[in-house]
């Protein structure tokens, strides 16, 4: 049975909302039987980073892919916040871990570095636009393994819960859900099997 971790902040995050990140963990468990590589694109503080390092079957290698600096966002939500903090967070929260690489780059840099060829699980949790949200999902989706898994954040409007008030931010949420799940349903839904979490996750399984 996965658990919570005690480092993470709950009261910050919401106690529904990781125990939605983690029956993703455990969709991604059930679906890949020895997880290998990963890529996150987005990594912030961290605490999802720490949760996949955790809970993930095979030890796997986690590339954690994130510029860690002021980048245009239609959520308006990361205004005014100091990346500067927020990365020295991320090395906090990943101190007692030794199989992950911290990549400070965006994802288009990213790809177009990249040395990998094959990977078991992509999750995308970075620039919340369409237009990067879809170049994400076209550069990284032919990395990913046949039966691997591409995923990210922010697909659905959430529930709204008191433990996370932004939840409550109705305009907000909707900016973002048109913007991400735009582009997921746009290239994927045709083809894919969509999941959804909680946690407002979403899962494909490539073919």
């Known amino acids: 049975m996965i658990k919570i971790d005690s480092n993470i902040n709950m009261r910050e995050y919401g106690s529904h909302y990781f125990n939605g990140f983690l029956d993703f963990l455990m969709f991604v468990n059930k679906n890949i039987r020895t997880c290998n590589t990963i890529i996150e694109i987005g990594s912030f503080k961290g605490e999802s980073s720490s949760l996949i390092l955790k809970h993930i079957h095979g030890n796997p290698i986690l590339y954690c892919v994130d510029p860690w600096n002021d ?37 288009d840099e990213f790809i177009q570095s990249n040395t990998i060829n094959s990977v078991d699980l992509v999750y995308i949790d970075g620039l919340h636009t369409y237009d990067q949200v879809k170049r994400v999902i076209e550069n990284y989706l032919p990395l990913i393994k046949s039966g691997g898994i591409l995923a990210g954040h922010d697909y659905h409007i959430p529930i709204p819960h008191e433990e996370y008030p932004f939840y409550y931010d109705i305009d907000k949420q909707q900016k973002i859900r048109h913007q991400v799940g735009l582009a997921v349903d746009e290239l994927l839904l045709k083809d894919y099997k969509i999941y959804t979490f909680e946690d407002t996750s979403w899962a494909i399984i490539k073919k």
């Open 71 to 107: 980048m245009p966002d239609n959520s308006d939500i990361l205004q005014g916040i100091n990346f500067s903090n927020i990365e020295k967070i991320f090395d906090e929260t990943l101190i007692s871990f030794n199989n992950f690489k911290k990549i400070k780059s965006t994802s």
